[in-house]
C-alpha cells in the first residue's frame, strides 16, 4: 500500500506522518501518533466514541481519511486540559460522575465542548441534540447532560 505524507496540528502540536493511503484518522491518531483518547467502538460512524474537533467541526475519526486532514487543526479530549488543570467540561464530567466505563466519554465531551463553543448558554433540548451522535450504555444519559449545562453555567459565571 503506499504510503502518504500527513501533516496537522494535533491539540497545538505540529504532526508530521506517513501513513497508508486510506488510513482513517482514528487509527492514525491511535496507532502512528498515540493519541489514544479518541475511541474506536462502532467503526461504522454510528456511537460517537471517536469523535474528535477538526477545524472546529466535530467530525467522527472513524469515518475520516486522515489524508483529508492535510493543514488541519485537530482537537482531542487529550488536548483539553492544560498544565494538568481539567477543562471545565471534563471537572463538570468529573463531579457528576457523567462517566462510568468512560468508553463514550471522549466523544460525549468533544461533542458537548462544540455545543459550548457555537451556543455558550445552550438550552436541555439543545444539549441533547448535540449529544444525540453519541451512545452511552452505562448512565442513561441524564448525568452528562446535566454535566455539559453545569459547564455552560460555570463557563457563563467566569465569562461575566
Known amino acids: 500500500m ?9 491539540n497545538g502540536a505540529e504532526k508530521a506522518e506517513f501513513i497508508d493511503s486510506g488510513t482513517t484518522l482514528l487509527n492514525a491518531l ?13 467503526h461504522q460512524g454510528t456511537c460517537g466514541a471517536c469523535s474528535v474537533i477538526i477545524d472546529g467541526e466535530l467530525r467522527l475519526s472513524c469515518l475520516t481519511l486522515a489524508e483529508t486532514c492535510n493543514g488541519a487543526a485537530i482537537t482531542t479530549t487529550s488536548g483539553l ?3 494538568g488543570v481539567l477543562h471545565p467540561l471534563q471537572r463538570a464530567f468529573l463531579d457528576a460522575f457523567a462517566t462510568q466505563c ?13 455545543l ?3 451556543t455558550p448558554s445552550p438550552s436541555r433540548e439543545d444539549v441533547v ?8 450504555r452505562c448512565t442513561g444519559y441524564e448525568p452528562i447532560i446535566q454535566a455539559v449545562l453545569t459547564a455552560a453555567r460555570s463557563n457563563s459565571q467566569h465569562a461575566a
Open 116 to 118: 459550548l463553543d457555537h
Open 30 to 42: 491511535r496507532d502512528k501518533i498515540g493519541d489514544t483518547s479518541p475511541k474506536g467502538g462502532c
Open 129 to 136: 441534540e448535540a449529544l444525540s451522535g453519541n451512545i452511552c
Open 81 to 83: 486540559s492544560e498544565g
Open 102 to 114: 468512560g468508553f463514550c466519554t471522549p466523544g460525549m465531551i468533544m461533542a458537548a465542548k462544540v
Open 2 to 10: 503506499a504510503k502518504v505524507p500527513v501533516q496537522f496540528t494535533l
